[in-house]
């Protein structure tokens, strides 16, 4: 495997997904097609990676995902979720079961986002999870669904929504609308820039305000 000849640091907090979404645009390729050269295919060659490979991934993944990107092997792993299993029970069982206990209770339905920490380019790990529900950084709820769409990943069990679809931006919703007005194809992305969604209405109140240390997850 030789390394791609241009890549991306990740940023602090950031998922795996961000990651390879944020990497597939910048050198057009789908995300789907990095995985697989990164060899985070699913179970099948020519499947979609499960979410489960976000929780932690095998030597060899790690070190051809570290390979392929430049980046360091901890940065590779710290785009996962095992650099939490110490701090984060939850998280620490279900690797330890390898995947006999299914991690839908782990996970929110689909990511929520703070548009404010989107505009700065990445996803972060922790939206993924209930328990995190606000941006500590901004003081604000975050938000649950698409503000356009309104709709929650068709998905959920996959690390990568519309896999195949290498022209979105990282930021755009990648949630699956009909296309009435072309019946040749199956189906569009909604495309709605999250990073510019509205935040008014959001705000928490001083009863409600979290600080970064009561809000960290690691």
């Known amino acids: 495997m030789h ?9 602090a907090g950031e998922s795996l997904v961000s990651y390879l979404q944020r990497l597939a645009y910048r050198i057009d390729v789908s995300p789907l097609h990095l995985a697989r050269m990164a060899g985070l295919h699913g179970w099948l060659n020519n499947s979609p990676p499960a979410r489960a490979i976000s929780l932690e991934l095998g030597r060899e993944q790690l070190s051809n995902l570290a390979r392929l990107t430049r980046v360091t092997l901890k940065e ?11 701090h984060y029970p939850p998280i620490k069982n279900i690797i330890a079961d390898n995947g006999s206990r299914s991690d ?6 689909t990511p929520r986002f703070c548009p404010r920490c989107l505009d700065r380019g990445a996803w972060k790990k922790e939206w993924s999870l209930p328990v995190v529900f606000a941006c500590s950084e901004h003081q604000i709820f975050l938000h649950a669904v698409c503000p356009q769409c309104a709709r929650l990943s068709e998905r959920p069990w996959q690390l990568l929504q519309r896999p195949n679809d290498h022209t979105l931006h990282p930021a755009q919703c990648r949630q699956t609308t ?11 992305a ?3 820039r999250l990073d510019r969604a509205d935040i008014s209405g959001l705000g928490m109140s ?9 809000s960290r997850v690691d």
Do not use: H
């Open 3 to 11: 390394p791609l000849p241009r890549s991306l640091d990740p940023i």
């Open 76 to 86: 590779a792993e710290e785009l996962t979720f095992s650099s939490w299993k110490s």
């Open 104 to 109: 839908s209770w782990l996970f929110a339905g």
């Open 178 to 188: 009909p296309d009435l007005a072309d019946r040749k194809r199956k189906s569009t």
């Open 190 to 192: 909604c495309g709605y």
């Open 206 to 214: 001083p009863f409600f305000s979290i600080s970064k240390s009561q």
